[in-house]
């Protein structure tokens, strides 16, 4: 199979990031929420409506949660 350098990069990162929760993936994104919450800024969080008629480009529509923003950042 022929070697393909961005695939290769891409595990690379997943190995460095993951070498601090000794590849356990969830401890990873558990931890990633608590700071992705700590931080204050808005989070996009699936909608719960379901659209009738949608299509399936449609089927993953984003709601934002509503945060102000910290001064300097509108």
Known sequence: MARNPILEEIYAARETLLADYQGDVH???????????????????????????AGAADAHVFAVETHSLPPGEH
Request: charged share 30%; proline share 7%.
């Open 27 to 53: 401890a990873y994104v558990l931890d990633a929420r608590e700071r992705a919450l700590a931080s204050g800024r808005p989070i996009a969080v699936p909608n719960d409506q379901i659209r009738r008629g």
